[in-house]
């Protein structure tokens, strides 16, 4: 369960980064110190975890809803995303900009690997990055997904 608890934090943190402390604090009801605890690693805060209807008002404002993914993820699930909550303004284009999108994302992940692999240790600041561009490349993956689902129905 240890590692279920320091995954959820990471993705409590990235949530929280996503909107912005300040608003973040603001749309929780929390102040800097009690949004940190539910993210920090410290044994201390290891049984803290943010209320689900503080997740609900920071997933609504964020860019990509973290800790729902990170559960879903957990459970073997995938989400699927209504028109009007996409990730991002990118609709146009269609499965073919996508297939582009997707290429030039995966590029990306394999270089920052191939840096990152280098000295044959991979360190916390460079797994960050690869977690970035993983969640980038999820993201168009969602992206492709939601149009080949428009073209299914368009048929």
């Known amino acids: 369960m240890a ?12 949530l929280v980064k996503d909107v912005g402390i300040e608003a973040a604090c603001e749309l ?11 993210y920090s690693s410290n044994e ?10 503080a997740v609900a008002a920071l997933e609504k404002a964020a860019n990509y809803p973290h800790v729902t993914s990170a559960l879903a993820e957990l459970l073997g699930m995938t989400l699927s995303y209504r028109d009007g ?3 991002s303004d990118s609709s146009e284009g269609g499965v073919n ?7 030039q994302r995966f590029a990306m992940l394999m270089a920052e ?7 044959g240790i991979i ?4 797994a960050k990055r690869l977690l970035k561009e993983t969640a980038a ?3 168009v993956l969602l992206e492709m997904k939601l149009h080949l689902e428009e073209e299914s129905v368009a048929d």
Do not use: C, W
Not at 97 to 103: K, P
């Open 28 to 38: 929780a009801g929390k102040s800097k110190a009690t949004l940190g605890r539910y």
């Open 113 to 119: 690997y191939n840096e990152s692999i280098q000295d």
């Open 3 to 14: 590692g279920v608890g320091s995954y959820l934090k990471k993705h409590t943190e990235a």
């Open 137 to 139: 490349l999820q993201h």
């Open 85 to 87: 909550h996409r990730n």
């Open 97 to 103: 900009s996508d297939v582009i999108a997707l290429s």
């Open 123 to 126: 360190t916390v600041n460079e």
């Open 44 to 53: 201390e805060h290891r049984d803290r975890f943010m209320p689900i209807d």
